[in-house]
């Protein structure tokens, strides 16, 4: 079969990038005679040349990644691009990896559509800054849920998430899961280590707590922070800090940063604790993780949890939340809290860092977690899925 694929959120540095990259990735690698034909909107990457990957290059006025995001919208004229670039292509499916760059199709050809999770319309006010953001959401949302065949998901959690605040019937959706990339992974070298350290402007000594995600109302990170001031308040982690990574300005969607920058400013025992360290690179995040005394997830809803695999593939255990599918994710590897408990935050936080069995216990069973998690085995069932989809299933 010949599958058409949006890989313009390839470039996204948010988690529905990491995604697409690591699917379509695994999924060139698999045997069974597939072809892909990548629609994109740059240059091709390297790992996108395959000898089963044929490339479409279309050209809009403003790249997807920039277009496409809460305080924007994509013009018609260059979804019409899209639109027909793809008609142009034989296929016998066409795979959005994200509904997030959904274009219109043209009659004729089966559609797949990625919905990551139901967030937008579980905690709306918490995700857009305005009304003409959430207008446009709801329009591409009725669009692509018309279109398509079939959905595709990356948890059960999120599968649940979509059936109550979507409505689209159980049997149209299908499961398949992410994974750390294989760079995460323990990093035990001091030199590299404290080049990351510097790098994220973090202190030399002492331990800390990382948070990594977009810095958005709905990822909770001012609870985390209420409970990481109360758990400073009990005494016993005098050397404990937190480092918040992630884009202050959100990559283009709402960002809660200068509330946040405010919170940690305000409270005597918080300041110089909490650290904002930008955007950081994978190979500084990798080390930050091996380095770190446990990953936090304190978010409302998560449709899958990537911080918290990658995290675990680098032996990192979780401070999680009972919300959405991170409990799915973590299994046995976490310490766990209901979000909107800032003092259960506090008690997760302070027996990560004070009870050293504890802590080892699940460094071991972080590891072992993670390691039931690859992209092959999603490529499999994406593939299944996608072949289901295109035969009529």
């Known amino acids: 079969m010949r599958f058409g694929v949006d890989a313009t959120c390839w470039w996204s540095r948010r ?30 990457e390297a790992a996108m040349l395959h000898p089963n990957v ?6 809009p006025s403003r790249p997807v990644t920039e277009a496409a995001v809460a305080s924007g919208s994509r013009s018609l004229l260059d979804l019409w691009a899209f639109t027909r670039a793809a008609s142009r292509e034989p296929m016998d499916l066409m795979f959005f ?5 959904w274009f219109p199709m043209q009659p004729g050809v089966p559609m797949v559509v990625t919905l990551h999770d139901a967030i937008a319309e579980h905690f709306p006010e918490l995700i857009f800054p305005g009304r003409k953001g959430r207008f446009m959401w709801d ?21 649940s998430e979509i059936l109550e605040h979507l ?8 499961v398949v899961s992410e994974a750390a990339d294989p760079r995460f992974q323990p990093v035990t070298d001091a ?27 709905h990822k909770n990170i001012a609870g985390l922070v209420n409970g990481f001031s109360n758990a400073l308040a009990r005494g016993g982690v005098e050397d404990l800090y937190l ?44 080390a930050l993780y091996s380095d770190a005394l446990a990953v936090a997830v304190p978010s409302f809803s998560e449709g899958f949890g990537l911080p918290a695999i990658e995290a675990m593939a680098c032996g990192t255990p979780v401070l999680a939340s009972t919300a959405g599918a991170v409990p799915e994710v973590v299994g046995d590897a976490g310490l766990y809290f209901d979000p909107r408990d800032s003092m259960q935050i506090a008690d997760a936080i302070h ?20 390691a039931q998690f690859t992209w092959a085995n999603a490529a499999r069932l994406a593939i299944g899925h996608l072949e289901r989809a295109a035969r009529g299933g």
């Open 351 to 370: 027996r990560m860092a004070t009870e050293r069995d504890t802590l080892e216990s699940l460094r071991k069973k972080a590891l072992e977690r993670s």
């Open 243 to 286: 480092a918040l990574v992630g884009d202050p300005q959100g990559d283009g969607f709402h960002s809660n940063y200068r509330q946040l920058l405010a919170q940690a400013e305000s409270e005597r025992q918080l300041r110089g604790r909490v650290h904002f360290t930008g955007y950081l690179s994978d190979e500084d995040l990798v």
């Open 167 to 174: 409505g689209i019937k159980a049997d149209r959706i299908d």
């Open 191 to 217: 030199n590299v280590l404290a080049a990351a350290r510097i790098r994220a402007k973090l202190p030399a000594e002492g331990r800390f707590i990382v948070y990594a995600s977009g810095l958005a109302p």
């Open 54 to 59: 044929d490339i479409v290059r279309v050209n």
């Open 97 to 101: 990896p994200a509904v997030y760059s």
């Open 139 to 159: 329009m591409k949302m009725r669009l692509a849920r018309w279109q398509a065949r079939r959905f595709m998901t990356v948890s059960n959690a999120a599968k």
């Open 15 to 44: 988690g529905f990038g990491r995604f697409t990259r690591g699917l379509l990735q695994a999924m060139f690698d698999q045997p069974g005679g597939h072809r892909y034909c990548l629609f994109v909107d740059r240059p091709p």
